[in-house]
């Protein structure tokens, strides 16, 4: 699990020595007063809550508060970084579909997570300050 703010990413493995991360990670979660954002949620949340006891509370799933009228499918980060930023966010699948359950993380899965964290932020940050015409 990552979170981040403006200059700070962090990395949770949650795996063999879960109660340590748990004890950081419980009260930011289900904090209401702290909004959680990111891409493609649903699964994330349902393992929280059937596997470690979490009701997150106030998070916002950007894959589908960016859609666009009309859309239907939910969005990603590329699509919403291209469509926010005029860029093209470069997510390595090599990287995506390493095993993250690993005790040790490489370097790579640590710069890929903080930056996934990272960028949901921005984006956020930028919709917000630029909100779609109605």
Same mark, same amino acid.
């Given at each position: 699990?990552?979170?981040?703010? *403006? *200059?700070?990413?962090? $990395?949770? /493995?949650?795996?063999?020595?879960?109660?340590? @991360? =748990?004890?950081?990670? %419980?009260?930011?979660?289900?904090?209401?007063?702290?909004?959680?954002?990111?891409?493609? #949620?649903?699964?994330? #949340?349902? %393992? $929280?809550?059937?596997?470690?006891?979490?009701?997150? +509370? +106030?998070?916002? *799933?950007?894959?589908?508060?960016?859609?666009? !009228?009309?859309? %239907?499918?939910?969005?990603?980060? &590329?699509?919403?970084?291209? %469509?926010?930023? &005029? /860029? !093209? =966010? /470069?997510?390595?699948?090599?990287?995506?579909?390493?095993?993250?359950?690993?005790?040790?993380?490489?370097?790579? /899965?640590? $710069?890929?997570?903080?930056?996934?964290?990272?960028?949901? $932020?921005?984006?956020? !940050?930028?919709? !917000?300050? +630029?909100?779609?015409? @109605?």
């Amino acid at each position: 699990m990552q979170l981040a703010t *403006d *200059d700070t990413a962090w $990395l949770f /493995q949650i795996g063999a020595d879960a109660a340590t @991360a =748990l004890t950081v990670l %419980r009260p930011v979660l289900e904090s209401a007063s702290i909004l959680k954002v990111g891409f493609g #949620l649903g699964d994330d #949340l349902r %393992r $929280l809550r059937s596997k470690l006891g979490i009701e997150a +509370n +106030n998070v916002l *799933d950007l894959s589908t508060a960016l859609r666009r !009228r009309g859309e %239907r499918n939910t969005l990603g980060a &590329g699509t919403a970084v291209e %469509r926010h930023f &005029g /860029q !093209r =966010l /470069q997510k390595s699948k090599r990287i995506t579909t390493t095993n993250w359950a690993l005790p040790r993380l490489s370097e790579k /899965q640590i $710069l890929y997570a903080a930056d996934d964290a990272h960028v949901a $932020l921005r984006i956020y !940050r930028h919709w !917000r300050a +630029n909100p779609p015409a @109605a």
